[in-house]
């Protein structure tokens, strides 16, 4: 079997785009203008699991070509 059919359905269709994440408005605005202005200062992202914190951090560094480093301090601790 190929990577895309391993897949989970989840991953397929995570938002890659901050635009296509759903926020409040004035949050919406504030993570759209750092891919604006393609700068991203220091973010601290907390919050109950299923909030959309790794989806907005993957957003984020994909639209800005960053590259990403994945590390769960809940079972990498």
């Known amino acids: 079997?190929?990577?895309?059919?391993?897949?989970?359905?989840?991953?397929?269709?995570?938002?890659?785009?901050?635009?296509?994440?759903?926020?409040?408005?004035?949050?919406?605005?504030?993570?759209?203008?750092?891919?604006?202005?393609?700068?991203?200062?220091n973010l601290m992202l907390s919050g109950p699991a299923g909030t959309g914190k790794t989806t907005l951090a993957f957003a984020l560094c994909s639209e800005l070509g960053y590259e990403v480093l994945k590390i769960n301090g809940s079972s990498d601790g």
């Open 1 to 41: 079997m190929s990577e895309e059919q391993h897949m989970f359905w989840v991953e397929e269709y995570r938002p890659s785009t901050v635009a296509e994440c759903v926020f409040p408005v004035k949050t919406q605005k504030t993570l759209q203008s750092f891919v604006d202005k393609k700068k991203m200062p």
